[in-house]
């Protein structure tokens, strides 16, 4: 059954042939083939696969389908398994030879570095036998030591065409290596010869080179044979065969081979072989030959026999010698040894070599007719017997061996579907130590294992449909050491200090003595540090006087340390871990030299003190570590006798202490310790001391008389505790009773004893007037005895633990059954009187009271309180809970005395007699009758007939029937509230409904509390999937009724209703506002409801206070596929953020669905509660075609998908404005602004209200408006029109006379502007003088302000990638890829799908046709393209040689295209990304280049962006247009002289709590505040990455004055800041508080400032941050879009415009006319000063970029392998222009890759990157663009600045990037092998960097949108044809399509 189960989840898991690993035992498993396999071949990472007349290119690690190439076109039957052969061997490079029987032929494939095929060669001659059944051999050798060759030994063909037994091939060709050459490799075979090799009965195992000889295994007439030749005999002339014979154990000759295999021998077996060896001595690297022999090919009786090669080669040229110099021809015949005639014998050879012996393999030259005779081979008759190594109990059909030093490890597979891994090492020693049954993962668990080949990962076996890939190891499964050496695998071994079992190279320091452990066979224990120690019990008061006490433990070994490490011990004391020194030593008192740890300084106080009260001893463990990592560990106990103060306690404890009792002092001490008893003593039991008592029976005690629990009614007199003294020798002692109360009372008695024999009697002697009482509500109180010595103040032992127990009977039980039930040991009764009931004892009751006894009397006052349930079916069975009072004594008295007394008969309820009665509670069960009925329930007591009770209402007893269900679907997750109608169906005691499911299974439902007979209501249950409901059952105790009628009984559960989106996440505190919700199948929704609830200012998944309780309320459903939810009032008292913002958690009570709840955590937002708006009041404003209305709080109801709010204007004083109200039409909303355009408003009315309306809860008037009246034009206002007009005529004349007059004074005016000129001159002069100066003197200042930084704050790779792969995200985060993939549908389903659609793009066809459809597609833009390619790059990323194999033959195509393009220039290709591979191309650099940028290219790129940060500082910079006097952007170049001063600023950190001393940071007087933030954050976080810098404006800037006051400076300050007569408004700097140099200032957080009396501006706090956010580099905004959008009170048309450095009006100046144009550009010497000090860091950039081996740092093996691919493609076009290549590999690489960085550094730092610092960068990376460029640029006087700032550096710039592609040209050519390691180095590291899913996810995007093209095109490519990759992508479509993503 477990088979059966685990089967059908692996059918389920490789549902569509995907790649599956089983979780218990990693095993991989292919999808089936579509064809028979039958062969294996293993090269790297790639598994070849030989089908019926495919070869498969499968991989390694997944066994994912590659490839597959038909190369053989035959018709044959369908399904047809015909074998195939697959070679590759030793020099044979990247050619396999693929070979089939079905026409002998064979094909010659050579693959590329990725293992794909690029060319196949089709013998013309058959090379192996056309015959089923058939076997060969291929070997592949040096011929003569020179040229390569392949020896092919094949079976007998049929026809014509026959292939030769033994041949001598070239590898490149498959033809003969020589082909004059006959006789066994020639074409033309004498008929005589054709017997031999046409043998029908040799069948072909093995074949290999080694010691100068090919040789070749056979099994020939049921007989093992192996055939030996020289390796340069293509002749064959020094054939020789000889049988070989494998004896097992038990003496059984087993002579047929079933596998065989050649392999070195690890040392262990070597030394056994070699010991074991009768010739001369073995060479540790020798060859061996591993064969299994048996009986015949399916014998399970086999055994492994091993055969030194070099042995086999001595008694092959021994064979030769015996036949052609010692002419022996009784054992050595020629010829096959099947044929009764030899064609000679060995005589003859004899006669005709007069030779020596052969002790190599010499070929020796025969006369003319040994061409006939000399190639047949030299059959020797002796056999060579080898003993067995190690016998098996199972067939073998593959066998392959792995060295695993010292071990050698064989791996085997059977025919029945069995993998077996065996170590061998000497005989004695061998074993199975892991078989692996693959029958439970096949699909056809009949499958053979046919082949099988070994890696360091896995054991590939082949099956006729599949190939499995098991894990060589498991060492990961084992969790302790003793586990992992029972484990018997030579592959694990135990990690010493990372504690687990691993293989050797994943133990980190396994090179290092004693840290990677494996146990030796025959060694047990070997494979753990295993500790010991001499005395594992330490006696405290022995050592108690060791001033430096040590611990020694014995180790078996002992990881030796590294470094600085040390050993160090560790051990619990108490709740402390203790750890001390420790240091390994060597024990010189034992032969063997045993090491062990020596643990100094073990603090004994400590550990003594930590004991607990009323223990001896504590047991820790005690942990052997090197610094903190453990490696051993050992139980030791601490124990000390002195602990003990009970004489008992001390004797009986573990002997291992040997603890004594002084009978004299009273005290615990240890055997053997010094001066502590002088008396006589008890000992331990198990001493034995002449003299002393022994044991606990021995100790001085007293034992009760009879019973140890002492019963005494409270406030009584009780009689004298007397006790059984024993031992006790001194009876004149002393004694005293000490009574102790649990509630803490005492009480001492005087003691005495009675009689001096042994026990005596001690009596505890109570005063008569004593009485025994306690005060509390205890029914029982504990009183513990102790008995004092008077003398010695100790106690007696008081062994039966006696003690007295005080009661209170009334406070016992409370009722006269409860009291008559207690037990008979506490003589309680009922006391009775008019005035009393009360159990008490005798004693207690006043005289005149009836007492009842226990057991003897009944209690009258029996009372029946309720009954539950109070009615029940006909049927009975109902289980009725009775309460009362006095309910009887016991089950006796009321066993038949419960019924229902009816009119139409009694109906009995029979009592349930469980557990101890409790007469206040009964419960019975009701028998069934036949007539319904009500009536009273009576209990009565049968002892006494006329006692009874009857209860206050009826029972009624019912018949139930079933009428209909209130509703007939819901989801599948249940909890769809049903009611079931019909009479009584909600009666009974026990009730139950069970639905029956279409497919058979039954659920019970959850009821729901009723107090209606005729409704039951209930859940639904929960169902996997959609399905209806046959049967409904009800069960009302024993009534059972099943309704089956669809009308009544038939329930649909429908799929899960489904939540996509809300309309809007937020709301108002007021509610009312409605939101609607999409999703599906709301219409099955009984009562949907939405939730709310808070989750506080800091967590969004938890609720601020377990007391708030969430905000529930209803929805509606209009369709099935909305929700309307109409928000409530949310409570005030829920917590808000700063803002006044209340975040909610949200979700969706949808019957039992919980896919719709908590959605804030699944979904990663919340929902917003914001305040509600208030109002400016509107007070009698003019009418206006636009009203503006002002207040708070207006995004929360409209600015955020909200239900816009309602604006009516009405007629005021009306009675009803609702009448005659209008609509104004909101047209904006901001957060304080509402603007709406007015309606035509009736004149007839002077004033209007305006109601704002939002939600369906919210009204509000705002105020009103006036209409004005119309003016009337007077007749004196026209008067007065009139003589103005004349009088501007008037002045129009005389200003003509005056014009006139001046134009005779321009002689004078020229003198004055002359004088101007040379005052500009002088400004000018200085101004360039100031530029010198800082040219010379900041470049040394620069750096050493640069190269003072450590540390550079690179991003992850995968931020990084991300960055440079979709640059347009404004967080990398936003990305799919960075994400986990979140389904709203079935996750399995949509993880299949994408798997799938993985397989696909890993299949190269694919992939390619996809990319080719869409890029032909109009509609598909260049952004598209740009997406898909950098998609495409992240799918691949974790198989970087694929990825690459994509992009060279994208590129290829590209280039191709480009050349058969004559509209189309050469030098363009690759300029821009307009295509998938141009992007592809620019994804590939980024990822292998990101080690050459943190490596080397970072670190100057980094310094250059502070070079140019730092330099920007030095001067102003205008904070609103960015512009800033040191630039090297001619259009960011500050155009004006600017007044400022550097200043020094004394600052600490904003945080409040820190201590540090005063930092200092360099400020302009003209910075704003804002800047001056920004440069103190600069030095605060001068190396910390930008993301954990404070946001700025969360601070605030307080100057500290001397006088301690603080002055809080802000940009937007209203003392200094006006809005002037121009509209502008100057941002605030330093200069206006007049602020001194070495001034105090404090970084303050904006709350603190808020809440503190600091000085403040006296407006609005609110304001105090200002609406500018520039920083001081910077970061601004164009005026046109500033952020301050405050109107002008004067107008509501014009916006204030802010400033800094320059007015805009002065700026607009500046780009009007030549003469200004001519003024400003004499600050470019402005560009010089800054570029001459940013030189150097350009410079060695540039070099850093363009340098084949900078800073030791080598050229990345990427750029070296594109370039030469470019080149190769340049060779194959024909195309020589050397400065068309230069073009290619320019935009390749530098456009492609560097400027992107260059210009962006924040793609590869966590920087900011200012405007500014942008405009600066734009010109270095334009610099580095036209240093790439071969065309000259000719200067002018209309070229850039920039080009005229570098013109004398491009180039020499341009002569480094010439020797840059020089010098990787003249490097050496990479391998594709190399660049595979490359690669796949790169795939291993970052694997795991992305969320590959995601991107096959989103390019099934781009399938969806071109499904039918993209169908199309695989439907016209062959090979998908082939592949149905069609059907396949058909598959993902369905699978992928119905799912969606949240």
């Known amino acids: 059954m477990n088979r059966f189960i685990l089967y059908f989840w692996y059918l389920v898991l490789m549902w569509k042939n995907c790649a599956v690993f089983s979780s218990a035992l990693s095993i991989v498993s292919s999808e089936d083939f579509d064809k028979p396999i039958q062969t294996l071949l293993l090269r790297g990472d790639t598994l070849f696969v030989g089908g019926t007349d495919t070869l498969y290119n499968v991989n390694a690690n997944t066994l994912l389908l590659n490839t597959s190439h038909i190369l053989f076109n035959y018709a044959i039957a369908a399904n047809t398994p015909l074998p195939t052969i697959l070679y590759l061997g030793e020099g044979m490079d990247n050619r396999i030879i693929f070979c089939s029987e079905y026409n002998g032929q064979c094909r010659l494939i050579t693959t590329d570095a990725q293992d794909q095929i690029v060319s196949v060669y089709n013998s013309s001659n058959n090379i192996v036998a056309n015959k089923r059944n058939s076997s060969v051999v291929f070997v592949n050798t040096k011929y003569d030591n020179i040229d390569d060759a392949i020896w092919v030994i094949s079976s007998f063909g049929t026809g014509q065409y026959k292939a030769p037994a033994l041949a001598v091939r070239l590898p490149a060709t498959l033809k003969y290596y020589r082909d004059s050459d006959y006789a066994l490799s020639g074409t033309e075979i004498p008929g005589s010869f054709l017997k031999y090799t046409q043998s029908a009965s040799s ?358 340390l590294e470094g600085n490490e040390t050993y160090r011990c560790c051990y619990l004391s108490g709740a402390s871990e203790l750890c001390t020194d420790a240091e390994k030593l060597v024990s010189v008192l034992f032969s063997d030299s045993t090491p062990f740890i020596a643990c100094l300084d073990v603090d004994l106080q400590h550990i003594s003190q930590s004991i607990p009260s009323g223990e001896d001893h504590v047991t820790t463990d005690l942990k052997l570590m090197i610094d903190d990592t453990l490696f051993a560990s050992i139980e030791i106990t601490f124990y000390s006798c002195s602990k003990h103060t009970s004489c008992t306690f001390c004797v009986t404890t573990l002997s291992d202490f040997s603890c004594n009792w002084c009978l004299g002092s009273h005290l615990c001490y240890e055997t053997g310790s010094n001066n502590i008893c002088d008396g006589s003593a008890v000992t331990n039991a198990l001493q034995l001391v002449a003299g002393q008592q022994r044991g606990p029976s021995s100790c001085p005690r007293v034992e009760p008389l009879d019973d140890s629990i002492y019963l005494i009614a409270a406030d009584t007199h009780p009689e004298n505790l007397k006790f059984n003294l024993y031992n006790q020798q001194d009876t004149e002692l002393g004694y005293t009773c000490e009574l102790i109360w649990d509630n803490g009372q005492t009480l001492s008695l005087e003691a005495i004893v009675s009689q001096s024999t042994n026990p005596s009697t001690l009596e505890c002697v109570v005063p008569d007037e004593q009485k025994l009482d306690y005060d509390g509500p205890e029914k029982v109180m504990k009183v513990n005895v102790r008995i004092k010595i008077k003398s010695s103040e100790t106690y007696l032992d008081n062994s039966q633990d006696s003690y007295i127990e005080l009661y209170k009977c009334e406070l016992m039980e409370q009722t006269c059954s409860e009291c008559l039930s207690l037990d008979v040991k506490y003589n309680c009764g009922w006391c009775r009187s008019k005035d009393i009931r009360e159990c008490r004892v005798a004693d207690h009751c006043p005289s005149g009271t009836t007492f009842l006894k226990s057991n003897e009397d009944s209690c009258p006052d029996i009372e029946i309180i309720s009954i539950n349930p109070s009615n029940g079916p006909v049927q009975g069975g109902t289980r009725v809970t009775i309460t009362g009072v006095n309910l009887g004594q016991s089950y006796n008295e009321i066993r038949n005395g419960v019924s229902i007394k009816r009119d139409v008969g009694d109906v009995m309820c029979i009592v349930d007699e469980t557990g101890s009665y409790n007469p206040s509670l009964v419960v019975c069960t009701l028998q069934s009758t036949s007539e319904p009925g009500a009536g009273l329930l009576r209990v009565n007591i049968q002892s006494t007939e006329s006692l009874f009770a009857e209860s206050g209402g009826n029972f009624s007893i019912l018949v139930p029937s079933i009428s209909s269900l209130s509703t007939n679907e819901g989801p599948v997750s249940g909890g769809t509230r049903v009611t079931l109608h019909g009479e009584n169906v909600n009666i009974g005691g026990e009730k139950m409904v069970i639905m029956k499911l279409s497919n058979g299974v039954e659920l019970n439902c959850s009821l729901v509390t009723s107090n209606n007979t005729n409704e039951m209501v209930f859940l639904t249950p929960q169902v996997p999937a959609a399905i209806y409901v046959t049967e409904i059952t009800l069960r009302l105790d024993d009534y059972t009724d099943i309704k089956t009628n669809p009308s009544s009984a038939e329930f649909y559960y429908r799929a899960d209703s489904t939540v996509t989106k809300l309309n809007t996440y937020h709301g108002i505190v007021s509610g009312g506002t409605t939101l609607t919700v999409d999703g599906s199948s709301f219409n099955i929704i009984q009562e949907p409801r939405m939730y709310l609830e808070p989750v506080g200012d800091m967590t969004r998944t938890r609720r601020a206070t377990d007391s708030t309780p969430p905000k529930v309320f209803a929805c509606s459903t209009p369709d099935s596929n909305h929700l309307k939810c109409e928000l409530p009032t949310i ?233 440079v792969l979709f640059p347009p995200l404004q967080s990398e985060y936003e990305h799919p890829v960075m994400r986990p993939l979140e389904f709203s549908e079935d996750r399995d389903r949509v993880e299949r799908g994408i798997r799938e659609l993985a397989y696909l793009i890993n299949n190269k066809t694919f992939l390619l046709t996809f990319i080719r459809t869409l890029e032909q597609q109009q509609k598909f833009t260049v952004w598209d393209r740009v997406e898909l390619g950098s998609l495409i790059s992240v799918a691949l990323q974790p198989n970087m040689e694929y990825h690459t194999d994509i992009l060279k033959t994208l590129l290829a195509e590209l280039i191709e295209r480009t050349m058969n393009n004559p509209k189309k220039e050469a030098k363009i290709l690759l300029r821009r990304s307009e295509s998938v591979a141009e992007k592809m191309l620019s994804n590939w650099f980024a990822f292998l280049l990101q080690k050459f940028l943190k490596e080397c ?283 068309v290549i230069h073009c290619w590999k320019s935009n390749s690489l530098p456009l492609k890759f560097w400027v992107s960085v260059i210009k962006n550094p924040d793609f590869v730092f966590d920087i900011h990157k200012s405007n500014i610092v942008d405009a600066c960068l734009s010109v270095v990376a334009q610099i580095f663009m036209d240093s790439c460029s071969t065309s000259e640029y000719r200067l002018g006087k209309e070229s850039s600045s920039s080009k005229l700032l570098y013109a004398k550096d491009i180039p020499k710039y341009r002569r480094l990037v010439e020797r840059y592609y020089s010098d990787i040209k003249s490097m050496p050519a990479i391998s594709d092998h190399e660049m595979a390691a490359v690669l796949a180095e790169e795939s291993r590291q970052h694997r795991n960097e992305f969320n590959n899913s995601a991107a096959i996810f989103e390019l099934h995007k781009y399938i969806t949108s071109y499904k039918s093209e993209i169908m199309d095109a695989l439907k016209e490519d062959e090979f998908a044809r082939k592949n149905h990759l069609a059907e396949r992508l058909f598959d993902v479509n369905n699978l992928l399509n119905i799912s969606r993503l949240t």
């Open 1131 to 1363: 409570p005030r008292s829920w917590p808000a953020d700063s803002n006044g913002t209340i975040r909610c958690n949200y979700g969706f009570i949808l019957d039992g669905i919980q896919e719709t709840q908590d959605l804030a955590t699944k979904n990663n937002n919340t929902f917003n509660i914001g305040k509600d708006p208030s109002f400016k009041v509107l007070d009698g404003v003019p009418l206006a075609e636009i009203l503006k209305i002002e207040g708070e709080n207006f995004l929360y109801i409209g600015g955020q998908d909200i239900v816009q709010p309602i604006v009516r204007v009405g007629v005021a004083g009306s009675g009803d404005k609702s009448e005659t109200e209008l609509d104004c039409e909101v047209t904006t909303i901001q957060d304080k602004l509402l603007y709406c355009d007015m309606p035509q408003l009736d004149s007839t009315y002077k004033k209007y209200v305006v109601t704002v309306y939002y939600g369906s809860i919210v009204r509000e008037e705002v105020g009103t408006v006036v209409v004005a009246s119309d003016p009337q034009l007077p007749t004196l206002t026209i008067v007065a029109i009139c003589v103005s007009c004349g009088v501007i005529f008037v002045i129009v004349i005389i200003t003509i006379v005056v014009l006139k007059c001046r134009l005779s004074r321009t002689d004078q005016g020229m003198k004055k502007l002359q004088d101007k000129m040379d005052n500009l001159e002088m400004t000018v002069a200085k101004e360039c003088k100031e530029a010198f100066t800082e040219l010379q003197t900041d470049m040394t200042e620069m750096t050493a302000d640069i190269q003072a930084l450590h540390g550079l704050p690179f991003y992850e790779y995968n931020r990084y990638c991300v960055k």
């Open 203 to 560: 069948s072909f195992v093995y074949g290999f080179a080694s010691s100068g000889f090919v040789f070749y295994v056979k099994n020939k007439g049921g007989k093992a044979y192996i055939g030996a030749t020289c390796d340069n005999d293509d002749r064959f002339s020094s054939l020789v065969e000889f049988p070989l014979v494998c004896n097992s154990d038990g003496g059984e000759l087993r002579g047929y081979i079933q596998a065989a295999t050649l392999a070195k021998a690890g040392n262990l077996l070597y030394y056994f072989l070699n010991q074991q060896s009768q010739s001369s001595p073995l060479n540790p690297d020798d060859d061996f030959l591993y064969a299994v022999f048996g009986a015949d090919s399916i014998a399970s009786s086999t055994s492994i026999c091993i055969f030194s090669v070099e042995v086999l080669a001595n008694l092959a040229n021994s064979i030769y010698t015996k036949c052609h110099v010692e002419g022996d021809k009784h054992n050595v015949v020629v010829g096959p040894s099947e044929l009764t005639t030899a064609y000679t014998d060995c005589t003859v050879y004899a006669k005709l070599n007069n030779t020596h012996a052969r002790t190599s393999c010499q070929i020796i030259k025969l006369p003319e007719y040994g061409r006939l005779y000399g190639n047949s081979p030299l059959q020797y008759l002796v056999p060579t017997i080898q003993h067995s190594i190690f016998d098996l109990t199972f067939s073998v059909n593959a066998i392959t061996v792995s060295i695993v030093q010292p071990y050698t490890v064989v791996f085997t597979t059977s025919p029945n579907g069995f993998i077996r891994k065996i170590v061998i090492t000497e005989r004695s020693l061998n074993k199975v130590y892991n078989t692996v049954d693959l029958n439970p993962y096949m699909r056809n668990p009949a499958s053979l294992l046919t082949d099988i080949a070994v890696n360091n990962n896995f054991i590939y076996a082949l099956t006729s449909k599949q190939v499995f890939g098991v894990p060589i190891h498991h060492c990961d499964v084992p969790t302790s050491c003793q586990a992992c050496s029972e484990l018997g695998d030579p592959h694990c071994g135990w990690c010493v200090l990372s504690n687990k079992c691993s293989a050797r190279n994943e133990c980190e320091k396994s090179g290092v003595t004693g840290h990677w452990l494996q146990e030796s066979y025959g060694s047990p224990g070997s494979g753990c540090v295993l500790p010991t120690m001499e005395e594992t019990m330490i006696s405290l008061q022995k050592h108690a006087d060791d001033t430096a006490f040590q611990l020694k433990v014995n180790l078996n070994q002992v990881p030796e």
């Open 1497 to 1779: 290219a970072g670190e100057p790129l980094y310094l250059l962006f502070r070079a140019i940060k730092q330099q920007l500082d030095k001067g102003p910079v205008d904070a609103v247009t960015s512009d800033a006097k040191y630039s090297l952007n001619e259009e960011k170049l500050l155009r004006q002289i600017v007044e400022c001063r550097p200043i020094t600023l004394r600052f600490r950190s904003p945080d409040a709590h820190a201590v540090q001393d005063p930092q200092t940071v360099k400020v302009l007087d003209c910075d704003t505040i804002s800047q001056a933030i920004d440069k103190i954050l600069d030095i605060l976080y001068r190396n910390a990455p930008n993301s954990s810098k404070p946001d700025r404006d969360s601070l605030i800037l307080e100057w500290v004055k001397p006088t301690g006051e603080r002055v809080v400076m802000t940009d937007d300050d209203p003392a200094f800041s006006k809005v002037e007569s121009d509209h502008c408004k100057r941002l605030v700097t330093l200069q206006c508080y007049k602020i001194t140099d070495n001034a105090t200032v404090a970084l303050t957080p904006r709350h603190h400032v808020m809440d503190s009396k600091s000085s403040l501006p006296k407006h609005d706090t609110s304001s105090s941050s200002g609406n500018y956010h520039g920083s001081a580099t910077g970061d601004s905004l164009s005026r046109a879009n500033s952020t301050n959008n405050i109107l002008d009170p004067a107008s509501t048309k014009q916006k204030v415009l802010p400033y800094h450095l320059v007015k805009p009006s002065e700026a607009d100046v500046h780009q009007e006319g030549d003469r200004n144009k001519m003024v400003s550009e004499i600050y470019l010497t402005r560009l010089l000063a800054t570029k001459g000090t940013l030189q150097q860091f350009v410079d060695d950039l540039f070099e850093t970029i363009f340098s084949t081996t900078h800073r030791g740092s080598a050229l990345p093996l990427a750029i070296k392998y594109m370039f030469d691919f470019l080149d190769d493609q340049a060779l194959l076009h024909n195309i020589g222009n050397v400065d």
